[in-house]
């Protein structure tokens, strides 16, 4: 099972229906939590720097919704996923706006992704726990590495452990806390961590913790059913700001 065709096929509604408002309005709704936490931190280490030409990726961006809300503040953009189809609906919605943002596909959790320069502000746009096996989250958090200025800040907030969680069927969490789907087999699809992994794994990538907490309001929905499953069997959500060590 490739799971690039998974998320392209995910997106692929998108790619049928024109640019609208209702697009726009939808997709600048789903990022509202994100792109808070991006606000509060941009304020909080890079005050000095404006918005207009700060150097910004989105990385997991799919439509792009963070992205397209900062290229609107003046910020040289970068959105990079693995779905075809979601970048080119990205790039959609921000032509609509007379707005241009450079995308990039490709998988980041292989050792041979590749990025150009160095960013200001880096985005895990709910990317790191949709890389479930070990040596990709390794790969992608030292390309995240390679490519901070040494002022810039990485944030972003991703899928931790509970005590007990609701396993949905046709899924099967492992004792390393990978969350598998079956398609015709099992195949790994998220990475729901232990918080205290999760900060070693940061750690040993070389990038500092600066801020490290648990969120309350988990800031987007895997699937439409999400809210109305009880808050504490779901998995918790941590926000994080990091940099370069
Ligand atoms: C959980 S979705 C988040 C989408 C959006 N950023 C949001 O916050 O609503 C994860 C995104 O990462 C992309 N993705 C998954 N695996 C990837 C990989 N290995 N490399 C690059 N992008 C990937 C998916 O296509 C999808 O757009």
């Not at 989105?58 to 996923?81: C, I, M, N, P, S």
């Not at 609509?96 to 895990?124: N, Q």
């Not at 969680?165 to 969350?179: A, C, E, V, W």
């Not at 059913?225 to 700001?241: G, K, Q, T």
Request: aromatic share 8%; charged share 25%.
């Amino acid at each position: 099972m490739d799971l690039s065709l998974y998320y392209d096929d995910a997106y692929a509604p998108y790619t049928r229906i024109p640019v609208s408002e209702e697009m726009r309005e939808r997709v600048t709704r789903e990022s509202k939590g994100l792109l808070q936490l991006v606000d509060e931190n941009k304020e909080r280490f890079l005050a000095q720097l404006p918005w207009e030409g700060l150097r910004v990726v989105e990385l997991g961006g799919g439509l792009g919704g963070v992205g397209l809300q900062l290229a609107r503040r003046g910020a040289k953009v970068t959105v990079v996923d693995i779905s075809p189809n979601a970048l080119t609906v990205a790039r959609a919605l921000a032509k609509a706006e007379g707005l241009e943002i450079e995308t990039l596909c490709m998988d980041l959790g292989r050792p041979d992704a590749e990025l150009v320069g160095e960013y200001d502000l880096m985005i895990d746009s709910h990317l790191l726990h949709c890389l479930p096996l070990e040596p990709q989250r390794l790969s992608y958090l030292l390309l995240v590495r390679q490519h901070l200025a040494p002022h810039g800040i990485m944030v972003g907030e991703t899928m931790v452990h509970r005590k007990k969680l609701f396993i949905p069927p046709g899924y099967m969490l492992d004792q390393n806390n990978i969350l598998w789907q079956m398609f015709a087999k099992w195949v790994p699809v998220r990475k729901i961590s232990d918080s205290l992994v999760l900060e070693d794994e940061l750690k040993a990538a070389g990038l500092n913790i600066h801020f490290f907490y648990y969120y309350a309001n988990y800031a987007m929905a895997p699937s439409p059913d999400f809210w109305d499953i009880p808050n504490d069997i779901l998995p918790a959500s941590v926000r994080f700001a990091l940099k370069k060590a």
